[in-house]
C-alpha cells in the first residue's frame, strides 16, 4: 500500500492545537477549535467516537460526565440525544450552550482553515468506525483535497492499520504512550510500513528518538506539551509535529500574545 507523503510546515514543525486550543476553551468545541485558529495552527487535533445510531462525534472520553450534564456511555446515545447536551458548561459559563459536534461539522468548521488530525478513540467499542470514517473522509478527498490536509492517528494500531487498507490516501500514524523500555528498531521497521509519523509522548522524545523515526521514513510528532520552553527545545530539535493546548507558546506566533 502507497503512503501519502506528508508536506513539511513552513518553518519546521506543524503546529497542531490539541482538542483545539483546549488551554483556552472547552476541549472539542467549535469554540475551541475557532480558538485554534486565531493561532494559525497547522493541525486542530480531534478525538473521534460512535454514537448510537452510528454516527461519528467528536469527544474524548468514552462516558459522558467530565464534559458534559449528560450521564453515561456515549455508545449509548443517539447523535440527536447528545447534541441536546451541553459540552461547554463545565468548563466556565461563558461557554454553555456549546455543543458535541459531528465530524462533518468539525471538518467543515476546520478545513477552510487549517488542517485536522484525527485520533480515533476507543475504537474496540466501535468496530465499524474506520469504515464510517474513511467513507465520510472519502466523499470530501473527492471533491476538495489536493493535498493532505487530514491525517488520522490511534494508539490501536490494529484500528490504524484497518483505516489505512481502506483510505490509503489519508496518512496515519501510531499515538506511543510512555513506556520506560522505549520503541525498538523492529517495531518501528513495521509501523513504517503504513504509518507516515510517529506520535510519541513527550517523556519519550528526544533527538536520538525523533532522528531513529525520521531514518525510518516516518515524520516524528510528539504530544501534549504545554511547557513553552520544551515547545521551543522541540522546535529547535525540528520535530516534524508538536501537540499543545496552548498554541499561542509556538514559536511564530509569541508576537501575537
Ligand atoms: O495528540 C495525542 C493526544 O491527544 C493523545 O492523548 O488523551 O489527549 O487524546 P489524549
Ligand atoms: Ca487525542
Known sequence: RKKQPLLPSTYGSFKIGHR???G?????TIASFKKALEYQVDFIEIDIQMSFDGKIVVF???TLERTTNGKGRVRDFT???????DAGGWYDERFKGERIPLLST?????????GILIEIKHPEHYPE???????????RLQVSFASPKVMV???????IKKFHELLPEVPVGILIKHTPKGISNKALRNYSQFASFINPKRTMMNEKLKQRIQACGMMAFT????NQKQIHSFEKMKLDGIATDFPEYFSLNEKNN
Open 20 to 22: 483545539g486550543a483546549c
Open 24 to 28: 483556552h476553551r472547552p476541549e472539542n
Open 60 to 62: 474524548h472520553d468514552s
Open 79 to 85: 447523535y440527536e440525544e447528545l447534541a441536546k447536551l
Open 106 to 114: 468539525a471538518l467543515d468548521e476546520i478545513l477552510p482553515f487549517s
Open 129 to 139: 468506525i474506520e469504515l464510517v470514517l474513511a467513507h465520510e473522509l472519502k466523499n
Open 153 to 159: 492517528q490511534s494508539f490501536n494500531i490494529t484500528s
Open 223 to 226: 504530544w501534549t506539551v504545554n
